[in-house]
T-cell receptor, first 115, second 114 residues
């Protein structure tokens, strides 16, 4: 099976702009989670989508949002970018079912630089 | 809430030797899962090993094995016959049984030398 893919791989934006990142999960996986990785804060959970519904949300401001489509592909959007949003954004898909207990497999990440 | 602590920021091991990375966690959940992930310089996060908390038997994957001490809330990773390709950042992580929401430790940078 093909792994998790993320596009774009690299992105440069300026403060105040918005950005949309895309993630295609492993075929058959219905759960997609997003994480932000920075040197200062480490790896932090953003949100999880399961069958087009947001199931869990981390402690991030409302500028961070996401959605999931019927084919399980997911997008995350960050509006009004700030310098502190510069990070590696990782997407993971899981074979988790409704009962939980899945394993998350990660994509290569999107590196976002905000100038 | 879950917390994961990795107290070794950096470690070094010679090729073919064995190294153990430490991890402790805290959770109020009865059903949870523990993981070790590896992140090489490419930044791709790769699953190394997974442990279900309800299983007493320690998980193994080829040269990688864990020592899961549930009462002590300890979950260490042992790498045997270390190889240069094992050089990476290693993250310990936990997840509840009802959410795909990993809580990560701060990582241990492992350098394998000749």
């Amino acid at each position: 099976k093909a792994g998790v893919t993320q596009t774009p791989r690299y992105l440069i934006k300026t403060r105040g702009q918005q950005v949309t990142l895309s993630c295609s999960p492993i075929s058959g996986h219905r759960s997609v989670s997003w994480y932000q990785q920075t040197p200062g804060q480490g790896l932090q959970f953003l949100f999880e989508y399961f069958s087009e519904t947001q199931r869990n949300k981390g402690n991030f401001p409302g500028r961070f949002s996401g959605r999931q489509f019927s084919n399980s592909r997911s997008e995350m959007n960050v509006s009004t970018l700030e310098l502190g949003d510069s990070a590696l954004y990782l997407c993971a898909s899981s074979d988790r079912g409704l009962a939980g207990g899945g394993t998350q497999y990660f994509g290569p990440g999107t590196r976002l630089l905000v100038l | 809430a879950q917390t994961v602590t990795q107290s070794q920021p950096e470690m070094s091991v010679q090729e073919a030797e064995t190294v153990t990375l430490s991890c402790t966690y805290d959770t109020s959940e009865n059903n949870y899962y523990l993981f070790w992930y590896k992140q090489p310089p490419s930044r791709q996060m790769i699953l190394v090993i997974r442990q279900e908390a309800y299983k007493q038997q320690n998980a193994t994957e080829n040269r990688f094995s864990v020592n899961f001490q549930k009462a002590a809330k300890s979950f260490s990773l042992k790498i045997s016959d270390s190889q240069l390709g094992d050089t990476a950042m290693y993250f310990c992580a936990s997840d509840t049984g009802t959410a795909s929401k990993l809580t990560f430790g701060t990582g241990t940078r492992l350098q394998v030398t000749l």
